[in-house]
């Protein structure tokens, strides 16, 4: 068995940062692959970030690309979204999830899923 556990979310103003946390537990993910997505309200979940096993490769969705940074710390069991001059419309729930295969941005690909935390960008 194995969980992921999302931390860091909450009120955050447009133009300012906030570090995204996901810590496993129960299991290395050292070998997996991670990701995270989010939903807005209304919408469907959506891919946002992956980083690769060894952390060489990452990919992000168009809508965050320059201002989101995917990490990992292998040490720690954990993976980070580092969000950078968000917007009103990164407002969402943000999951992180865990996976076998290689960076993807297939929900499907992803075996383990956090419960997700909240991000509302807002003044």
């Known amino acids: 068995q194995g969980a992921l556990v999302e931390s860091g979310g909450g009120l955050v103003q447009p133009g300012d940062s906030r570090r995204l946390s996901c810590a496993g537990s129960?299991?290395?993910?050292?070998?997996?692959?991670m990701g995270w997505f989010r939903q807005a309200p209304g919408k469907e979940r959506e891919f946002v970030a992956a980083?690769?096993?060894?952390?060489?490769?990452?990919k992000y969705s168009d809508s965050v690309q320059g201002r989101f940074t995917i990490s990992r710390d292998d040490a720690k069991n954990a993976a980070y979204l580092q969000m950078n001059s968000v917007k009103p419309d990164d407002t969402a729930v943000y999951y992180c999830?865990?996976?076998?295969?290689?960076?993807?941005?297939?929900?499907?690909?992803?075996?383990?899923w956090g419960l997700g935390t909240q991000v509302t960008v807002s003044s």
């Open positions: 999830a865990a996976s076998r295969i290689n960076v993807s941005q297939r929900e499907s690909a992803y075996d383990y």
């Open positions: 980083i690769s096993v060894s952390g060489a490769m990452r």
């Open positions: 129960g299991r290395t993910f050292n070998l997996y692959a």
